[in-house]
């Protein structure tokens, strides 16, 4: 009741002003996040050391339906601590067009207070569509606003969120799959005698130099042209890694042995920091805030950023796992209430949990007490198919996977407690 009597508030104070409401409605749609709590949160309140709770599958967006798994990427969960709940995108099957006709160049939200999706972007669809390019390069429709297509081939570790600014962020790469759209080579400029041919981007600007935003409080896309770029810039990112930094104000992206900073007042990119980094392609990872170290792992190697002393760092520890695998198959998450790295490898039936205390050095292996019978028989049936895709909620002390197949949607939703704060034991 109090929502709908703020609605009609903002009704009358807009047919004043002369502004429509209903537009900027459905262009804003996280406004008032974080929701109020459901009654699943007090589960997640109630779950002790190393303890599993399924959530099941999400709400589904009105309209959208609820969000399809995607391959390659386990870290495609952005956590946004002022929203509540985590982004979501980065596609799944090579050209997948989704059974609404849409091409999966999605956007989505996970609002975990609410145990819901929301559609932010849902694609395109693949057979109507009609875009145009502006002056930088960037697709755009028919009013100039952007509409990315093909943004995030796979997610990767390229994605990011700045909650000062309330912007999520994506490095930009061109999709070489988008073929799905068979007339987006006319508009991208593409030689008639080179159609077909899905390598073909004309004059689509395809360099990750130019970041794609998600603007919170707009609801919608930016893509921003930057001019100029440090000598030396990748101009493609599939294989690195983007962290937003708060103590700089700032995203750095990381690939190779050079690291670059983004500035999103001057929308600029400085660097490159020289560093050797031993980690070198497909990089999952996430962010240390009290010690101000990226951790970045792929393959037998794991190591962090040291961004005070501006160096790499491999560690080599008692306990350490045997492999890190890549982003496709390895979810890291940095809990921040008990000060432990959460490593999860996605190799079932076996499910190897390990957490890497950087104080002391070590690793240790909590008890496997995964509910496997708890979750949904068409999981269970086909589960080394399943992909995760995780982030760590700071003020529930949990940490999400969401649990589903490729380009496939219907997941399932668990939470995890590594351990209860002294306050959540004093609560119990």
Same mark, same amino acid.
């Not at 391959?71 to 090579?94: I, K, M, N, Q």
């Not at 059974?99 to 559609?119: E, S, T």
């Not at 045997?322 to 390895?330: A, G, I, K, S, W």
């Given at each position: 009741?109090?929502?709908?009597?703020?609605?009609?508030?903002?009704?009358?104070? #807009?047919?004043? =002003?002369? /502004?429509?409401?209903?537009?900027?409605? +459905?262009?804003?749609? $996280?406004?008032?996040?974080?929701?109020? @709590?459901?009654?699943?949160?007090?589960?997640?309140?109630?779950?002790?050391?190393?303890?599993?709770?399924?959530?099941?599958?999400?709400?589904?967006?009105?309209?959208?339906?609820?969000?399809?798994?995607?391959?390659?990427?386990?870290?495609?969960?952005?956590?946004?601590?002022?929203?509540?709940?985590?982004?979501?995108?980065?596609?799944?099957?090579?050209?997948?067009?989704?059974?609404?006709?849409?091409?999966?160049?999605?956007?989505?939200?996970?609002?975990?207070?609410?145990?819901?999706?929301?559609?932010?972007?849902?694609?395109?669809?693949?057979?109507?569509?009609?875009?145009?390019?502006?002056?930088?390069?960037?697709?755009?429709?028919?009013?100039?606003?952007?509409?990315?297509?093909?943004?995030?081939?796979? #997610?990767?570790? =390229?994605? /990011?969120?700045?909650?000062?600014?309330? +912007?999520?962020?994506? $490095?930009?790469?061109?999709?070489?799959? @988008?073929?799905?759209?068979?007339?987006?080579?006319?508009?991208?400029?593409?030689?008639?005698?080179?159609?077909?041919?899905?390598?073909?981007?004309?004059?689509?600007?395809?360099?990750?130099?130019?970041?794609?935003?998600?603007?919170?409080?707009?609801?919608?896309?930016?893509?921003?042209?930057?001019?100029?770029?440090?000598?030396?810039?990748?101009?493609?990112?599939?294989?690195?890694?983007?962290?937003?930094?708060?103590?700089?104000?700032?995203?750095?992206?990381?690939?190779?042995?050079?690291?670059?900073?983004?500035?999103?007042?001057?929308?600029?990119?400085?660097?490159?920091?020289?560093?050797?980094?031993?980690?070198?392609?497909?990089?999952?990872?996430?962010?240390?805030?009290?010690?101000?170290?990226?951790? #970045?792992?792929?393959?037998?190697?794991?190591?962090?950023?040291?961004?005070?002393?501006?160096?790499?760092?491999?560690?080599?520890?008692?306990?350490?796992?045997?492999?890190?695998?890549?982003?496709?198959?390895?979810?890291?998450?940095?809990?921040?209430?008990?000060?432990?790295?959460?490593?999860?490898?996605?190799?079932?039936?076996?499910?190897?949990?390990?957490?890497?205390?950087?104080?002391?050095?070590?690793?240790?292996?909590?008890?496997?007490?995964?509910?496997?019978?708890?979750?949904?028989?068409?999981?269970?049936?086909?589960?080394?198919?399943?992909?995760?895709?995780?982030?760590?909620?700071?003020?529930?002390?949990?940490?999400?996977?969401?649990?589903?197949?490729?380009?496939?949607?219907?997941?399932?939703?668990?939470?995890?407690?590594?351990?209860?704060?002294?306050?959540?034991?004093?609560?119990?």
């Amino acid at each position: 009741m109090l929502r709908r009597t703020k609605s009609v508030a903002a009704l009358a104070a #807009a047919l004043i =002003s002369g /502004t429509n409401v209903m537009a900027q409605a +459905q262009s804003n749609p $996280l406004e008032g996040l974080p929701s109020k @709590a459901g009654e699943h949160v007090e589960r997640i309140k109630a779950l002790g050391d190393n303890e599993w709770g399924v959530l099941g599958v999400p709400a589904a967006d009105p309209k959208w339906g609820t969000a399809p798994g995607r391959s390659w990427g386990g870290r495609s969960l952005t956590y946004a601590p002022d929203l509540g709940g985590a982004f979501f995108t980065g596609e799944g099957v090579h050209g997948y067009t989704k059974p609404n006709g849409y091409y999966m160049c999605d956007l989505w939200f996970y609002d975990a207070n609410g145990h819901r999706w929301i559609c932010l972007y849902p694609g395109v669809p693949t057979k109507t569509v009609r875009l145009k390019l502006d002056s930088h390069g960037f697709e755009v429709d028919e009013k100039g606003e952007d509409t990315p297509i093909g943004f995030a081939p796979h #997610a990767y570790a =390229s994605t /990011t969120y700045d909650p000062d600014l309330k +912007q999520y962020f994506v $490095l930009y790469s061109a999709n070489p799959w @988008a073929n799905a759209i068979k007339q987006r080579q006319e508009w991208l400029g593409v030689p008639p005698e080179k159609r077909g041919d899905a390598y073909q981007n004309g004059k689509l600007a395809t360099s990750c130099q130019h970041p794609l935003l998600w603007d919170v409080r707009a609801g919608k896309w930016e893509r921003r042209f930057v001019e100029k770029v440090p000598a030396g810039f990748h101009s493609g990112r599939e294989y690195g890694l983007a962290q937003y930094l708060p103590s700089l104000k700032k995203t750095i992206f990381t690939m190779g042995n050079d690291a670059w900073l983004y500035d999103y007042p001057s929308n600029t990119w400085s660097g490159p920091i020289r560093a050797d980094c031993p980690i070198p392609k497909f990089m999952n990872g996430c962010y240390d805030p009290k010690r101000e170290r990226l951790y #970045a792992a792929n393959g037998r190697q794991i190591a962090y950023f040291d961004l005070k002393a501006k160096q790499w760092v491999e560690i080599k520890a008692q306990g350490q796992p045997e492999t890190f695998d890549d982003c496709n198959r390895v979810c890291l998450t940095y809990d921040t209430v008990n000060d432990v790295l959460l490593y999860h490898y996605k190799e079932l039936p076996i499910r190897l949990l390990a957490a890497y205390e950087p104080d002391a050095g070590r690793w240790i292996r909590p008890a496997d007490n995964f509910p496997m019978g708890a979750l949904p028989k068409e999981l269970t049936g086909f589960f080394k198919a399943v992909l995760y895709h995780s982030f760590y909620h700071e003020g529930l002390n949990a940490h999400f996977y969401y649990l589903a197949f490729d380009s496939t949607d219907g997941g399932c939703m668990v939470a995890y407690r590594y351990k209860r704060c002294a306050k959540e034991k004093g609560g119990r």
